[in-house]
């Protein structure tokens, strides 16, 4: 079979399975409202969970901060070339000093943190024990890296320490590797637990605090603040470009760890480095959501009040966090239900295989600080409408 049509079959076998994705066109944001395909739509499928992104204020005043220090858009280089701005240090130091810990390195991306963190620690004398849920960015870190891997059972710390007590003294140095607040389902990890398992049998630990920064902690450093572990935590990554509203990724660790990454970690070495522009926005809404105490507990309260108002039709609606997903198992409802709420003025997009397991298609409600009850109200008959005809 000929390249052309292989792949054109493979295509049509998505669109009968309901698995079909193409790019919407999104022509403007504005506040709580985003113009998807010429239709203006309350954003329910964003992450920028503290609205920062729509600040237009803080918008304004780095606009002016861009002119006068004449921010350069491009770096044109890999940091240890050329591209390593002061403003690198400038941030890598503000994160190191909140998170009280020694050092903090930047990436480019959250993707780019996870597929080159793993296979710069890890060789194939040690072993990764890895959450069954983690973000694919995880998942393809452990396939680039010579380390062998195992997975646990989602949320299941007894299985974990059965695979714990199963490897002790068989390798070199075993990672825990989890995400804190999990993207498709919206619970959270044990990171007490996590801490005392990595202590008990020497592991080191990484959590991915992707959709924790800016929505728990007092500070909004995530997860890790709320459990009061952040120093117990070997490496946390954070990304910039949820909550934060910016472009990026970071992560904090000991001074060796941060050097031994720059010299070995091949995502950080051969890309090219972030923007000037970008790392002083960064370091604007990093300083910024520090104070959004009040935002953080408006979020998750507004999130605890959907999730019971969906329960309470018998729906199934899993975690416990900002983020508010509605399992419908089969695709093409999935696909009903979001079209039915675009109807209604919501955008809510589906979440279908391979981005979750088979049969566990849902539509995901992703909240933000500056939507209030009467905004999402309208949602909860909707869905219920649909999911029980």
């Not at 992450?47 to 204020?57: A, H, K, P, S, V």
């Not at 240090?89 to 503000?94: S, V």
């Not at 607040?181 to 049998?201: C, I, P, T």
Request: proline letters at 3%.
């Amino acid at each position: 079979m000929q390249f052309q049509d292989r792949i054109s079959q493979e295509l049509d076998e998505l669109r009968r399975l309901d698995r079909f994705r193409i790019l919407p066109d999104i022509t403007a944001r504005n506040g709580k409202h985003i113009a998807v395909n010429g239709q203006f739509l309350l954003n329910l499928s964003s992450n920028d969970y503290l609205g920062l992104g729509d600040d237009r204020e803080m918008l304004a005043g780095y606009a002016e901060e861009f002119s006068e220090r004449q921010y350069a858009m491009t770096s044109s280089s890999s940091r240890l070339l050329t591209g390593n701005h002061p403003l690198y240090d400038q941030l890598e130091t503000a994160l190191a000093r909140l998170y009280g810990r020694e050092a903090a390195l930047v990436f480019n991306s959250g993707y780019h943190a996870n597929i080159g963190i793993i296979p710069a620690l890890s060789g194939r004398h040690d072993l990764v024990l890895s959450d069954r849920k983690n973000h694919a960015s995880i998942i393809d870190g452990m396939k680039i890296a010579e380390a062998p891997y195992q997975r646990y059972r989602h949320l299941d710390y007894d299985h974990l320490e059965e695979l714990l007590e199963r490897a002790a003294g068989r390798y070199r140095q075993i990672f825990i590797v989890t995400e804190s607040v999990f993207s498709m389902d919206g619970d959270l990890a044990d990171l007490s637990r996590l801490v005392a398992l990595k202590e008990k049998y020497g592991a080191l630990l990484i959590v991915d605090e992707a959709h924790g920064v800016g929505v728990f902690g007092e500070r909004g450093l995530g997860l890790c603040e709320t459990a009061g572990v952040v120093q117990q935590i070997d490496i946390i990554t954070g990304t910039f470009g949820k909550a934060l509203a910016s472009t990026g990724a970071y992560a904090v660790m000991s001074s060796l760890v941060r050097e031994y990454l720059i010299n070995t970690m091949r995502s950080f070495i051969f890309t090219t480095a972030l923007p000037p522009a970008i790392l002083g926005w960064s370091q604007l809404t990093l300083e910024r959501q520090v104070t959004m105490q009040r935002e953080r507990q408006a979020l998750l309260q507004l999130a605890s009040r959907l999730r019971c108002e969906l329960i309470a039709q018998s729906l199934d609606v899993p975690g416990e966090s900002h983020i508010v997903p509605v399992i419908t198992g089969s695709n093409a409802l999935a696909v009903a239900l979001a079209a039915r709420l675009r109807d209604a003025g919501f955008l809510c997009l589906p979440v279908r295989p391979p981005t979750v397991p088979e049969k566990s298609a849902r539509i995901r409600i992703s909240l933000r600080s500056t939507l209030r009850w009467e905004d999402i109200e309208p949602i909860v008959g909707l869905i219920g409408g649909i999911t029980g005809s």
